[in-house]
């Protein structure tokens, strides 16, 4: 298992990635993926038998980034790393992957928490348990898209 910084040359695989992960995490352009690679501190990726098999998009505390549920972070703390997104492949779930990134990260981080959010309209129970079972407590909720969507706002102190 190797975790290291992603590349230009890894947005295809990691926006394919993406894409199979909605509607868990939201649609976005390779453009987006683009900006993310320069705004993220740290974009993580994750390989497994020299295969991409994951990502996990940080980003901290003051950027002009267009996320409602990004704002509710920073509004409401000061010195974070917020997981904008963090993805699995199917084929490589189970297999402690996603602990390995929040590890990697609260292993080299200096802030105060860790903040994400998990869906709950529509609902995604597994990732909700993974989180708890790091650690993470939910603070808030958030609803939008007129009661269509709805997300837990997740905290760990570090």
């Known amino acids: 298992m190797t975790i ?13 990635l993406n894409e199979k992960a909605l509607p868990h995490v939201s649609k976005v352009q390779l ?14 990726v994750i390989e497994l038998d020299q295969e991409l098999a994951g990502f996990m998009i940080v980003f901290q505390a003051g950027l002009d980034y267009p ?3 990004y704002a509710f972070f920073n509004n409401n703390y ?4 917020y997981v904008d997104r963090i993805v699995i492949a199917e084929p490589f779930r ?14 080299n981080s200096n802030r ?5 959010e998990v869906n709950t309209k529509p609902p995604n129970p597994d990732s909700m348990a993974f989180h708890l079972g790091l650690g993470f407590t939910q603070v808030a909720e958030l609803v ?6 709805s997300v837990a706002m997740l905290v760990k102190r570090l």
Request: proline share 3%; glycine share 6%.
């Open 144 to 149: 939008t898209d007129k009661g269509k969507k």
């Open 78 to 81: 000061s010195d974070f790393d």
């Open 31 to 44: 453009t987006d993926m683009e900006r993310f690679l320069d705004q993220a501190d740290p974009f993580l």
């Open 67 to 69: 996320s409602l549920n």
């Open 4 to 16: 290291r910084l992603a590349q230009k040359s890894d947005l295809p695989k990691i926006l394919e």
């Open 94 to 107: 189970g297999q402690k992957l996603g602990t390995a990134l929040y590890d990697h990260l609260i292993t």
């Open 112 to 116: 105060t928490y860790v903040t994400c």
